[in-house]
Protein backbone atom coordinates (compact mmCIF):
# COMPACT_ATOMS: atom_id res chain seq x y z
CA UNK A 1 0.00 0.00 0.00
CA UNK A 2 1.16 3.49 -0.61
CA UNK A 3 3.17 4.88 2.48
CA UNK A 4 2.61 8.88 1.67
CA UNK A 5 -0.30 9.95 3.84
CA UNK A 6 -1.49 12.26 0.20
CA UNK A 7 -1.20 11.34 -3.52
CA UNK A 8 1.07 13.84 -5.55
CA UNK A 9 -0.53 15.73 -8.77
CA UNK A 10 0.62 12.84 -11.44
CA UNK A 11 -0.49 10.14 -8.82
CA UNK A 12 -3.72 11.68 -8.19
CA UNK A 13 -4.33 12.28 -12.10
CA UNK A 14 -3.11 8.73 -12.93
CA UNK A 15 -6.04 7.07 -10.34
CA UNK A 16 -8.74 9.36 -12.03
CA UNK A 17 -7.50 8.44 -15.37
CA UNK A 18 -8.13 4.55 -14.73
CA UNK A 19 -11.12 5.13 -12.85
CA UNK A 20 -12.98 7.39 -15.34
CA UNK A 21 -11.92 4.69 -18.00
CA UNK A 22 -13.55 2.12 -16.11
CA UNK A 23 -16.19 3.78 -15.39
CA UNK A 24 -17.26 4.11 -18.99
CA UNK A 25 -16.13 0.88 -19.46
CA UNK A 26 -18.65 -0.35 -17.04
CA UNK A 27 -21.93 1.41 -17.86
CA UNK A 28 -24.03 -1.62 -16.31
CA UNK A 29 -22.80 -1.24 -12.61
CA UNK A 30 -23.94 2.32 -12.84
CA UNK A 31 -26.81 3.14 -14.83
CA UNK A 32 -27.62 6.45 -15.11
CA UNK A 33 -24.36 8.53 -12.82
CA UNK A 34 -22.12 10.96 -14.64
CA UNK A 35 -18.37 10.69 -14.55
CA UNK A 36 -18.41 13.98 -14.05
CA UNK A 37 -20.23 14.25 -10.70
CA UNK A 38 -18.13 11.36 -9.36
CA UNK A 39 -14.73 13.05 -10.22
CA UNK A 40 -16.03 16.49 -8.64
CA UNK A 41 -16.47 14.85 -5.29
CA UNK A 42 -13.33 12.54 -5.85
CA UNK A 43 -11.66 16.16 -6.57
CA UNK A 44 -12.46 17.62 -3.05
CA UNK A 45 -11.90 14.41 -0.81
CA UNK A 46 -8.26 13.48 -0.98
CA UNK A 47 -8.39 10.99 1.85
CA UNK A 48 -10.75 8.86 -0.01
CA UNK A 49 -9.09 9.04 -3.08
CA UNK A 50 -5.98 7.79 -1.25
CA UNK A 51 -8.25 5.00 -0.17
CA UNK A 52 -9.38 4.22 -4.06
CA UNK A 53 -5.32 4.35 -4.77
CA UNK A 54 -4.94 1.50 -1.91
CA UNK A 55 -7.74 -0.37 -3.51
CA UNK A 56 -6.60 -0.14 -7.07
CA UNK A 57 -2.52 -1.00 -5.80
CA UNK A 58 -3.53 -3.46 -4.31
CA UNK A 59 -5.44 -5.22 -6.97
CA UNK A 60 -8.93 -4.23 -6.45
CA UNK A 61 -9.93 -2.50 -9.45
CA UNK A 62 -12.55 -0.44 -7.91
CA UNK A 63 -15.61 1.20 -9.89
CA UNK A 64 -18.68 2.79 -8.83
CA UNK A 65 -21.77 0.71 -8.57
CA UNK A 66 -24.17 3.16 -7.08
CA UNK A 67 -25.16 6.30 -5.34
CA UNK A 68 -26.66 6.23 -1.46
CA UNK A 69 -30.09 8.00 -2.27
CA UNK A 70 -30.16 9.61 1.57
CA UNK A 71 -26.12 10.86 1.37
CA UNK A 72 -25.69 11.11 -2.10
CA UNK A 73 -22.45 9.55 -1.42
CA UNK A 74 -21.17 7.38 -4.69
CA UNK A 75 -20.87 3.68 -3.59
CA UNK A 76 -17.35 2.48 -5.16
CA UNK A 77 -16.69 -1.75 -5.08
CA UNK A 78 -13.76 -3.85 -5.52
CA UNK A 79 -14.65 -5.41 -8.95
CA UNK A 80 -11.98 -7.32 -9.91
CA UNK A 81 -12.74 -10.74 -11.65
CA UNK A 82 -11.22 -12.58 -8.52
CA UNK A 83 -10.07 -11.91 -4.94
CA UNK A 84 -7.76 -8.90 -4.95
CA UNK A 85 -4.55 -10.34 -5.22
CA UNK A 86 -2.91 -7.55 -2.73
CA UNK A 87 -5.16 -8.57 -0.10
CA UNK A 88 -5.11 -12.56 -0.25
CA UNK A 89 -3.89 -15.32 2.69
CA UNK A 90 -4.85 -13.56 5.54
CA UNK A 91 -6.81 -13.97 8.32
CA UNK A 92 -10.12 -12.89 9.34
CA UNK A 93 -9.19 -10.25 12.44
CA UNK A 94 -6.26 -9.69 14.86
CA UNK A 95 -8.15 -12.35 17.10
CA UNK A 96 -8.36 -14.75 14.95
CA UNK A 97 -4.72 -14.23 14.06
CA UNK A 98 -3.50 -14.37 17.58
CA UNK A 99 -5.33 -17.66 17.96
CA UNK A 100 -3.43 -19.39 15.28
CA UNK A 101 -1.50 -22.14 17.03
CA UNK A 102 1.36 -24.29 14.85
CA UNK A 103 2.16 -23.24 11.22
CA UNK A 104 3.31 -20.01 10.86
CA UNK A 105 0.40 -16.84 10.75
CA UNK A 106 0.07 -14.42 7.56
CA UNK A 107 1.46 -11.45 7.63
CA UNK A 108 -1.96 -9.52 7.91
CA UNK A 109 -5.58 -9.40 8.42
CA UNK A 110 -8.82 -8.52 6.40
CA UNK A 111 -10.44 -6.35 9.26
CA UNK A 112 -6.66 -4.79 9.79
CA UNK A 113 -5.83 -4.30 6.16
CA UNK A 114 -9.37 -2.10 5.23
CA UNK A 115 -9.34 -0.22 8.20
CA UNK A 116 -5.52 1.08 7.23
CA UNK A 117 -6.91 1.79 3.90
CA UNK A 118 -9.91 3.59 5.20
CA UNK A 119 -12.47 1.44 3.90
CA UNK A 120 -14.50 -1.28 4.80
CA UNK A 121 -15.42 -5.18 3.95
CA UNK A 122 -18.07 -5.56 1.72
CA UNK A 123 -21.37 -7.32 3.70
CA UNK A 124 -22.99 -10.25 2.67
CA UNK A 125 -26.03 -8.56 0.66
CA UNK A 126 -23.05 -5.72 -1.10
CA UNK A 127 -21.05 -8.88 -2.18
CA UNK A 128 -24.69 -10.60 -3.40
CA UNK A 129 -25.33 -6.98 -5.13
CA UNK A 130 -21.95 -7.20 -6.75
CA UNK A 131 -22.33 -10.35 -8.37
CA UNK A 132 -26.07 -9.10 -9.87
CA UNK A 133 -23.25 -6.74 -11.96
CA UNK A 134 -21.32 -9.64 -12.96
CA UNK A 135 -19.54 -12.79 -12.38
CA UNK A 136 -16.94 -12.30 -9.14
CA UNK A 137 -14.62 -14.91 -7.23
CA UNK A 138 -15.17 -18.19 -9.92
CA UNK A 139 -11.61 -18.96 -8.62
CA UNK A 140 -10.84 -17.36 -5.37
CA UNK A 141 -13.31 -16.50 -2.25
CA UNK A 142 -13.62 -13.08 -0.23
CA UNK A 143 -13.78 -12.39 3.40
CA UNK A 144 -17.27 -10.16 3.78
CA UNK A 145 -18.39 -8.81 7.50
CA UNK A 146 -19.37 -11.08 9.96
CA UNK A 147 -22.34 -10.94 12.78
CA UNK A 148 -21.12 -10.79 15.72
CA UNK A 149 -22.57 -13.29 17.26
CA UNK A 150 -20.87 -15.72 14.76
CA UNK A 151 -17.39 -14.19 15.80
CA UNK A 152 -18.06 -14.60 19.29
CA UNK A 153 -18.11 -18.51 18.91
CA UNK A 154 -14.44 -17.84 16.42
CA UNK A 155 -16.41 -18.30 13.36
CA UNK A 156 -16.20 -15.74 10.26
CA UNK A 157 -18.21 -15.47 6.72
CA UNK A 158 -16.68 -15.56 3.19
CA UNK A 159 -18.44 -16.03 -0.04
CA UNK A 160 -17.61 -17.05 -3.42
CA UNK A 161 -19.52 -17.88 -6.90
CA UNK A 162 -19.66 -21.32 -7.74
CA UNK A 163 -21.59 -23.18 -10.32
CA UNK A 164 -23.66 -20.05 -11.03
CA UNK A 165 -24.59 -19.86 -7.64
CA UNK A 166 -23.67 -17.36 -4.63
CA UNK A 167 -22.15 -19.13 -1.95
CA UNK A 168 -22.29 -17.81 1.72
CA UNK A 169 -19.73 -20.33 3.90
CA UNK A 170 -18.25 -20.18 7.22
CA UNK A 171 -14.81 -21.13 8.73
CA UNK A 172 -12.65 -19.90 11.61
CA UNK A 173 -11.57 -16.49 11.52
CA UNK A 174 -7.83 -17.82 12.30
CA UNK A 175 -7.89 -19.87 9.06
CA UNK A 176 -6.42 -18.35 5.88
CA UNK A 177 -5.86 -19.66 2.19
CA UNK A 178 -3.73 -18.45 -0.78
CA UNK A 179 -7.03 -18.06 -2.74
CA UNK A 180 -9.27 -15.94 -0.12
CA UNK A 181 -9.17 -12.40 0.24
CA UNK A 182 -11.63 -9.45 0.86
CA UNK A 183 -13.17 -7.15 -1.24
CA UNK A 184 -13.76 -3.34 0.02
CA UNK A 185 -16.68 -0.98 -0.17
CA UNK A 186 -15.68 2.70 0.04
CA UNK A 187 -18.39 5.65 -0.02
CA UNK A 188 -17.24 9.25 -1.31
Known sequence: MPKNPTLTAPQRDALLKTLKTRFE???KRHANLAWTEVQARL?????????LAEM???????????QDK????????????????GRRSVCFDRA??????????????????ATAMGIELLTEAEYRELQTLGEFDLKTSSWVQ????IRQLGGAL????RY????????????????????GVLKV
Open 25 to 27: HNT
Open 43 to 51: EVRADKLKS
Open 56 to 66: EETGGEPDVVG
Open 70 to 85: KTGEFIFFDCAPESPT
Open 96 to 113: GLESRKGNAPPADTAIDM
Open 146 to 149: TPAR
Open 158 to 161: FCDR
Open 164 to 183: DTVFTYHNGAQSYYAARGFR
